[in-house]
């Protein structure tokens, strides 16, 4: 809610996976941005970045002001504070459960805000808003750690510079600390030819320093332009200095970390079965960039390797029935092969996984696989399966059944249709990893660099071990393979000692030989030169054990075989988070003011299929309102973003409904009388009905409609919420009990809970898996035509069961309707044009409006542009509206 206070007051936004609002760091109309600065400090492979920025609202009038920060995936936040007016508002990471509670709190009391995270390609976005008077100076500062993956050669940090705006003071820095020295630094023109100049080195034997500070000149689009120039990912690719091929082991802060990335070896030979999904859904540009990719990667085998292909739809193929070598004629015809290939029917992984694994073990009884090869299966999909095995949990036990020690799998999974969680437990389950491949225009190029990164295997059963009592709490330590261009790591404690001394031992498997390397390191060496250091990170080490800790647990934990072992590392990981401020999947941040009445929490977000963010119900707080960039354009020139409740009932009751299939929004209104009851959702299945009694409003010659009652009936517990402007009565047939709008409060019972929101909004949830939110809209009491009266809110994802019907949940059911818009028009209101629709059989004239969204502000509401249906939604929704009036309310719909 938003609601006028003297100092300052938070608005927040939880969104899932999805483009941001704007791409902007700083958001709002009529502010001066002061100023905006990254600083990232880089010690032995390992990053702490900090960005801050002052902003000043210059404008007449309180606003929203927007702050956000890209963020690589696989940086964990570990802090954010923020000082509006000279409140001050400090971070703490702490359980997700203990932090959502304190938010809540706060929140019910109108005076918190949300923090958001939203996934997109290799970056999160971390946004918050806060809602400040004229005048007020706001300073923002977020800090997140990451641990450098070295990948074809290089250690990349990349920080997404969008200030959406001329910022006087806007500088880059980047430390890099590096013990054993750095051999190259490199500063690619990522952010465009203009800025190639501006962006100074300054290296040294083991430091260098990178910095960017352009001026506002310097910064604009052109000469004269008012907008910056400066949008898009900066980037310092390095390399360090490798002794021998034994690794590097560094020891500070009691804590150990090896470094181990050989060079120069001979690569090992490889067996590759490539299991390429040609399901109807890879037609067009999937199957045009993996086939392109499939050409070059296909170039890339030697005749020491072996390879065949497998396509599969809802039948499984083989371009050969067994492996053969890659010579320039075997290939070629391979690459003839998948040119050819015409996607259509459904998806058999199973079937296709079963054969691929089949393949390589039949070669291999034969003796046709050197001992020393590295055999492999690369699975290329986009989709879920629909043919054959459809069970995610028992193709994952098929596979590992049938995998050999020796084998890994590799998934690439193509765009978001995929369970890209299953595809991600599958291949680490089997010695593999997974990448998620976004289908755009540089896919073929993403799949060609994720094979370079294990087209060249250097090394396998690799061992890095230490002596007996030197060291506690390894992280991984034993490793399938190592490829070339990349690194492996494994951290630890290091336990009291009578020596200086650490010695780590690595033991290997490389082309014809076997490695035992062995490498030592001074315990107190490293922190007395850290010390030395102005610009280094001197708690890396610690932070580092723990990152890789945590991550690890977290993989162990999505592959744990009972719940037992899953709660074990699940309490584990939340130790390590809070103990090392970490905001992970199991822990959250809390910010709060010095007198802890203002909050803000930030989650981390999941990334299954959809991808999504764990958390408050991400439906609550979101709006869809035209940005005010765009608010005089028409609706053929902009795109509303594409998060958005589906179903949503307010004012005179507009029903505005989200049609996720045709990814439009669709509104009607109901011609109903006063007293009339009207059904909204039916599911018998799950029995859950949510009924709304209409009233009207005082104006004598106009009969306006609004709901004064809505109920949400639970009939396997016999369990009723009846929600009026007065009170909210919960009844169970035997006991009756009201509470008025002026407390807030928490209520369950027999799997329904009440959360109400003083004066404000009740959410009411059933079995954890279906919600309603009511809002509460107040009018002065001696207003001559308005009456109180309330709005409905049901987000998307509610859990109903295949029988759900009613005014709104009929649009719930799959597959939803398919809508189409055509002839697009002038009406007799210019400003609301005219279309055809069709939809379910019917051609229907529709005409381009707004509707009002009043979840952020009850009062005025924020505008949502839709189709309004005429004649209360006929042709739009199933029957005559007259079917959905229900006798009383709790009464389920009984359609003719």
Known sequence: MIQEIPTCEFTGLILLDIPLLSPQAIRGDDITVKSYKVESRITSRFAHTTVRSSVVNSGSKAQSIGFNVQIPKRAFITNFTMNVNGITFVGSVKEKTVARNLYAQARARGKAAGIIRANSQDMETFKTEVHVPPGSNIEFELHYQEMMHRKLGFYEHSLYLQPGRLVPQFQVDVYIYEPKGISSVQTPNTLGVQFSDLIKVTSTKDKAHVVFKPN?????????????????????????????????????????????????????????????????????????????????????????????????????????????????????????????????????????????????????????????????????????????????????????????????????GIGFDVDYDFLERIANENRGMAQRIYANHDAAEQLRTFYSQVSSPLLRRITIQFPEDSVSEVTQNRFDKYFSGSELVVAGRVLPSDTNTLTSITTAAAARLDLTLETDADTTELDMELAKQQHSFTGFARQMWAYLTIKQLISERSLAPTAVKK?????????????????????????????????????????????????????????????????????????????????????????????????????????????????????????????GQLIRSKHKNKINTYFGTISIYYQPEGVSVTVSTDSIDMSDGRNNHSFTWGATADISQDGVRISTVRNSQVTITINNNIQVMVLLHRVWKKHPVNVDFLGVYIPNNNQYSPLVHGLIGQFSREPFPEVSVYDIHEGPDPLKKEATMEVKGNKLLVTRG?????????????????????????????????????PDLNSFLQMP
């Open 216 to 412: 506002l000149q310097q910064q604009r689009k052109c000469d004269n332009c008012t907008g910056s120039a400066i949008d898009g990912v900066f980037t310092v690719k390095y390399d360090v200095n490798r002794d021998s091929n034994a690794g590097e082991l560094q020891v500070s802060d009691g804590h150990f970390v090896h470094f181990f990335a050989p060079s120069n070896l001979s690569p090992l030979p490889k067996n590759i079965v490539f299991v390429i999904d040609v399901s109807g859904s890879m037609w067009g540009v999937k199957m045009k960039q993996t086939v392109e990719a499939m050409q070059a990667i296909l170039d890339d085998l030697t005749i020491d390797d072996n390879f065949s292909v497998i396509d599969f739809n809802h039948n499984v193929r083989c371009w050969s029935e067994e492996l053969v070598p890659g010579s320039s004629i075997q290939v070629a015809d391979a690459k003839k092969y998948i040119q050819n290939i015409k996607p259509n029917g459904g998806t058999n992984i199973n079937e296709a996984l079963m054969r691929a694994v089949q393949m390589l073990v039949k070669a291999s009884n034969q003796g046709l696989i050197d001992s020393r090869s590295v055999s492999m299966i690369i699975l290329v999909s986009d989709g879920d399966p629909t043919v054959g095995e459809i069970k995610l949990s028992t193709i994952q036990k098929n596979v590992k059944r049938v995998m050999r020690e020796e084998f890994s799998l590799f998934s690439l």
């Open 567 to 691: 709660r074990k590392i699940t309490q584990r990981i939340m130790a390590l988070a809070v103990e090392h401020q970490f905001v992970t999947p199991l822990t959250a941040l809390l910010v709060e003011s010095e007198d802890a009445k203002e909050r803000l929490l930030a989650d981390s977000p999941k990334d299954p299929k959809q991808g999504c963010c764990s958390g408050p119900p991400p439906w609550v707080q979101m709006t869809t309102p035209a940005p005010p960039s765009q608010a005089n354009k028409g609706p053929e020139d902009w795109t509303l973003p594409h998060f958005r409740v589906s179903l949503l009932v307010d004012n005179d009751p507009h029903f505005i409904v989200h049609l996720p299939g045709s990814d439009t929004d669709v509104c009607f209104n109901i011609d109903s009388k006063p007293g009339h009851i009207l059904n909204l959702v039916s599911d018998s299945g799950a029995g859950v009905v949510v009924n």
């Open 850 to 886: 707004w509707q009002k969204d009043y979840r952020s502000d009850t009062r005025r509401g924020s505008s949502v542009y839709c189709w309004f249906i005429h004649n209360s939604g006929k042709g739009l929704i199933d029957g005559h509206y007259t079917d959905y009036i229900v």
